[in-house]
């Protein structure tokens, strides 16, 4: 099993920044991959961005390309998202989670709100 926290959410403007941390915890050995992805009310959750665990290798959607950045940070076993140039609709409930099997996101985050005010 794997554990997943999730920090850093909370209130900011149109143009400011947070940064997401998402601390792993149990059988990370397991882990090959980590991302983020999140909620809008009254909308499907969506895929956010990716990283591999051992090279790092990136992945982001359209949306947040050149605006949003995860890293990890494995000696601490969490990953985190630095948001940027925040605008209204990137407001959502940011969920972390955990690949231990390819193509399947094994683990969730209970989620984090983020929240972006005009």
């Known amino acids: 099993q794997v554990q997943l926290v999730e920090s850093g959410g909370g209130l900011v403007q149109a143009g400011g920044s947070l940064r997401l941390s998402c601390a792993a915890s149990g059988r990370t050995g397991s882990i090959y991959r980590m991302g983020w992805f999140r909620q809008a009310p009254g909308k499907e959750r969506e895929f956010v961005a990716r990283?591999?665990?051992?090279?790092?290798?990136?992945n982001y959607a359209d949306s947040v390309k050149g605006r949003f950045a995860v890293s990890r940070d494995n000696a601490k076993n969490t990953v985190y998202l630095q948001m940027n140039t925040l605008k209204s609709e990137d407001t959502a409930v940011y969920y972390c989670?955990?690949?231990?099997?390819?193509?399947?996101?094994?683990?969730w985050g209970q989620g984090t709100q983020v929240t972006v005010s005009s």
């Open positions: 989670a955990a690949a231990t099997v390819v193509g399947v996101w094994t683990y």
């Open positions: 990283i591999s665990w051992s090279g790092g290798i990136t």
